[in-house]
């Protein structure tokens, strides 16, 4: 099976940083497209920024400039580099990847991690 387990969120100030990793585990093939997910209380779930397997990245317009998202193929792992944190930043962060398992290679399935909670607060 695959597991994926999202790290580094916290507590931090406005205008802070923070750096969230999402490392993939288990009977993996290749991780393909890699995804930051958000929700805040009350609210659905908003993308937050994605990559593509050569590094094509996108972002919500919210984040654009502020968050930067990367990844490290030897590694199965995505970041989530968070810089000028806002109030309206504070979440419950998810990491989601597209996988190719060892023994079902031809079939991309989506993965979910369990979530990070980031908190900005003075």
């Known amino acids: 099976q695959v597991q994926l387990v999202e790290s580094g969120g916290g507590l931090v100030q406005p205008g802070g940083s923070l750096r969230l990793s999402c490392v993939g585990t288990?009977?993996?093939?290749?991780?393909?497209?890699m995804a930051w997910y958000r929700q805040a209380p009350g609210n659905g779930l908003e993308l937050v920024a994605g990559?593509?397997?050569?590094?094509?990245?996108d972002y919500a317009d919210s984040v654009q400039g502020r968050f930067a998202i990367s990844r490290d193929n030897a590694k199965n792992t995505a970041y989530l580099e968070m810089n000028s944190l806002k109030f309206e930043d504070t979440a419950v962060y998810y990491c989601k990847a597209g996988v190719r398992q060892v023994d079902d290679m031809y079939r991309v399935r989506d993965f979910w991690g369990q979530g990070t909670q980031v908190t900005v607060s003075s």
């Open positions: 288990g009977n993996i093939f290749t991780m393909e497209a």
């Open positions: 990559i593509t397997t050569r590094g094509v990245t």
